[in-house]
């Protein structure tokens, strides 16, 4: 069994087989009873390292006498019933009954278990169909730079044109150049795929992959969102305990800080591709 502290930094396979949450008979224990009882212990050590021996076990003694009061106090039978009775409705209104969570935690092993990397012809189509999407940009950025080209004889005053057409040459031979490179691209791979017809925006073909393109991209944005959130969860997890030092506390504010600003990105990647989806997912803020 893998502590659930430890339990986010290991892949879905491996929490699958080892998290406390799919091991049957651990109920709502974390794992991690030895470091709850350190974290509370370590305060001791400042009031115990000067005293005798006696006055030291007394300290200790004393001390896991009220951690078992306290914890005997906190074991209430009504949080235990209240789960009960929110089981029995999410059971109600999904029409599921007992036997389909161990089905469903089955299905979730095998599905990770044959799950591999795509073929390598599989990777070269979706690569293929993002090289389309960038011709046709590069195609617009070139029409758009000609027509204003087109443009500058009846927009621009006479002793600003000379300086307005260089500039519009200048577009003009930037988005040309990359509309050549983005055809050789798209050839080049036609020629390994032995494409003989290019597909056409919106066909049968081009709607596949490219939903496998949008896929890849948003499970690539949720592990990096749960990535962030897990380590900023830690890390504020590390700011309350007791015994963390002044300049600890100021470093994990600092990272706090950085943390937030890169979870509020990931969630606007997230949240950009899930929309590209079909059907798109939810948002989330």
């Known amino acids: 069994m893998v502590g659930t502290f430890h339990g986010h930094a290991h892949n879905c396979q491996c929490q699958l087989k080892w998290h406390p949450m799919y091991i049957p008979g651990t109920g709502h224990t974390e794992g991690e009873g030895c470091e709850h009882v350190f974290s509370a212990s370590n305060a001791l050590a400042l009031g115990t390292r000067h005293a005798s021996s006696f006055h030291r076990h007394q300290a200790i003694e004393q001390h896991f006498a009220f951690w078992d009061m306290d914890k005997y106090a906190a074991l209430m039978l009504k949080v235990v019933q209240t789960l009960v009775a929110e089981l029995s409705v999410i059971q109600h209104e999904l029409h599921l009954t007992d036997d389909d969570f161990p089905r469903f935690h089955e299905a979730e092993k095998r599905y990770f278990a044959e799950l591999k990397e795509l073929p390598h012809e599989e990777r070269l189509k979706i690569r293929y169909v993002e090289m389309l999407d960038e011709l046709v940009e590069c195609q617009n950025e070139w029409n758009l730079a000609r027509t204003t080209a087109n443009n500058v004889r009846t927009r621009?005053?006479?002793?600003?044109?000379?300086?307005?057409?260089?500039?519009?040459?200048?577009?003009?031979?930037?988005?040309?150049?990359?509309?050549?490179?983005?055809?050789?691209?798209?050839?080049?791979?036609?020629?390994?795929?032995?494409?003989?017809?290019?597909?056409?925006?919106?066909?049968e073909q081009y709607m596949r992959y490219k939903q496998e393109a949008s896929m890849g991209k948003y499970r690539a944005a949720l592990d990096e969102l749960e990535r962030l959130v897990v380590m900023r969860l830690f890390e504020l997890s590390k700011m309350s305990l007791s015994g963390t030092g002044y300049k600890l506390r100021r470093q994990i504010g600092k990272a706090l800080q950085h943390r937030s600003a890169a979870i509020r990105t990931a969630i606007t990647r997230y949240n950009m591709q899930a929309q590209a989806l079909n059907p798109p997912r939810p948002k989330i803020s």
Not at 161 to 173: E, G, L, N, S, Y
Not at 189 to 203: H, K, N, P, V, Y
């Open 156 to 203: 621009v005053v006479n002793d600003q044109i000379f300086i307005t057409i260089f500039h519009a040459r200048k577009h003009i031979d930037i988005a040309y150049a990359k509309l050549q490179n983005a055809e050789t691209q798209v050839g080049h791979m036609e020629l390994q795929l032995q494409i003989e017809e290019r597909w056409a925006i919106g066909s």
